[in-house]
T-cell receptor, first 113, second 113 residues
Framework: DQQVKQNSPSLSVQEGRISILNCDYTNSMFDYFLWYKKYPAEGPTFLISISSIKDKNEDGRFTVFLNKSAKHLSLHIVPSQPGDSAVYFCAAEANFGNEKLTFGTGTRLTIIP | DTGVSQDPRHKITKRGQNVTFRCDPISEHNRLYWYRQTLGQGPEFLTYFQNEAQLEKSRLLSDRFSAERPKGSFSTLEIQRTEQGDSAMYLC???????????FGPGTRLTVL
């Protein structure tokens, strides 16, 4: 039972354009969401998070949007840069503070120069 | 380097052998987590510690898996009587407090022959 779903295994975007990565979840108890980036041979790197009391959080080139009614969140990267090429994981936590993250299967983003 | 470190980075073992992995968290982080990641999947939560207390271990995959954090600093994950299905990347993460994001180490890749 995949509670966090990333339905696009891969995405290619031209440098300078916007990258949009999507994530859907099924567990209505999730109330905290995170995005991680992973390069080969490294562990995931925390990027940005959002609490369910918000619908948007922005940090530099990265913005996360949360639509609770649709159980959907997205990560926008603008402008996209070659160093953004990596696998992106969406993660969720139920009952903020219980610290058991549930991850999606990841989306491989490739930025085309 | 003040990030999370894991040792060894790679481990090849024969089926039936015991293996132990070590994780050193970021020094001021009192929370430590273990995850497993198999090919094409996101990290899967196994267990976590707050200081030396193991607060969640129900997700450990079987009784062959055990984890310790004896002095609230480094942690070890042991797998007894390894099976080929245990082949995976084992990731450790640490955090300062809930909601601050978990910071991952590079992982230990286990191959069971």
């Amino acid at each position: 039972d995949q509670q966090v779903k990333q339905n696009s295994p891969s995405l290619s975007v031209q440098e300078g354009r916007i990258s949009i990565l999507n994530c859907d979840y099924t567990n209505s108890m999730f109330d905290y969401f995170l995005w991680y980036k992973k390069y080969p041979a490294e562990g995931p790197t925390f990027l940005i998070s959002i609490s369910s009391i918000k619908d948007k959080n922005e940090d530099g080139r990265f913005t996360v949007f949360l639509n609770k009614s649709a159980k959907h969140l997205s990560l926008h990267i603008v402008p996209s840069q070659p160093g953004d090429s990596a696998v992106y994981f969406c993660a969720a936590e139920a009952n903020f503070g219980n610290e058991k993250l549930t991850f999606g299967t990841g989306t491989r983003l490739t930025i085309i120069p | 380097d003040t990030g999370v470190s894991q040792d060894p980075r790679h481990k090849i073992t024969k089926r039936g052998q015991n293996v132990t992995f070590r994780c050193d968290p970021i020094s001021e982080h009192n929370r430590l987590y273990w995850y497993r990641q198999t090919l094409g999947q996101g990290p899967e939560f196994l267990t976590y510690f707050q200081n030396e207390a193991q607060l969640e271990k129900s997700r450990l995959l079987s009784d062959r898996f055990s984890a310790e954090r004896p002095k609230g600093s480094f942690s070890t994950l042991e797998i007894q009587r390894t099976e080929q299905g245990d082949s995976a990347m084992y990731l450790c993460a640490s955090s300062l407090s809930a909601g601050k994001g978990q910071f991952f180490g590079p992982g230990t890749r286990l191959t069971v022959l």
